[in-house]
Each structure stands twice: as structure tokens, then as C-alpha cells.
């Protein structure tokens, strides 16, 4: 079981950008795989992109072009760079780990951090 813990989150206005972290500890973060979620009240948890243990990347079509997902094994971080953001970008952004599994689907992935609050302005 890996302990994640996410941070800068914050207040953005539209077109602007935010960069994300998410450190892990407890586990061999070299061979987990990372994804990042985000979530708005009343609705599920959005798949955003992930991020291989051997660093192939996915991401989903709302954001593609806009985010970059990329680790850092040296410090057991996950990062995600949001550029150009929209007011719909807005959610709690969750950070998760598997260690089987990279994709959309949120069940499959072991371990979650807290989350942490983007709010993006128009």
C-alpha cells in the first residue's frame, strides 16, 4: 500500500495554468502506475490521465493537448501540468496508484490520495 498526498490546487482564472503533485510513500513507486481523477459535487469520479510504472501516458479527450502527466522516480512524484484551463476543469483532483492496472477505470486502482481543490475562474 502506497500513502499519497496531493497539493497545488488553488484558484485560477480561465486560460491560465496549474501544476499539480502528488508524492508518494510506503511502496516502490518505480512500479506503480499513477493516474490522476478529478470530481465535481454530485457526479463521478472523471478518469483524467495516467501514467505507466515504464511511463506510457493516457489521457482523456476533455483535456488532451491541455494536461501533461509525468513522474519523477527519484522523488516518488506524479505530476500534472494543466494549461489552458476552462471553468469546467473544475473539480477535487484525486491522485491514485495501481499496481496492476492503467486506465479509466477508477475500481481499479488501489490507493488514493486526498485530493486537492481546482477552481478555475471565467
Known amino acids: 500500500q502506497v500513502h499519497l498526498v496531493e497539493s497545488g490546487g488553488g484558484l485560477v482564472q480561465a486560460g491560465g495554468s496549474l501544476r499539480l503533485s502528488c508524492a508518494a510513500s510506503g511502496g516502490p513507486f518505480n512500479t506503480y502506475n499513477m493516474a490522476w481523477f478529478r470530481q465535481t459535487p454530485g457526479e463521478e469520479r472523471e478518469f483524467v490521465t495516467a501514467?505507466?510504472?515504464?511511463?506510457?501516458?493516457y489521457y482523456a479527450d476533455s483535456i488532451k493537448d491541455r494536461f501533461t502527466i509525468s513522474r519523477d522516480n527519484t522523488k516518488n512524484t506524479v505530476y500534472l501540468q494543466m494549461n489552458s484551463l476552462k471553468p469546467e476543469d473544475t473539480a477535487v483532483y484525486y491522485c491514485a496508484a495501481s499496481t496492476y492496472y492503467t486506465g479509466i477505470m477508477s475500481t481499479k486502482y488501489n490507493d488514493w490520495g486526498q485530493g486537492t481543490q481546482v477552481t478555475v475562474s471565467s
Open positions: 501514467i505507466s510504472s515504464w511511463a506510457s501516458t
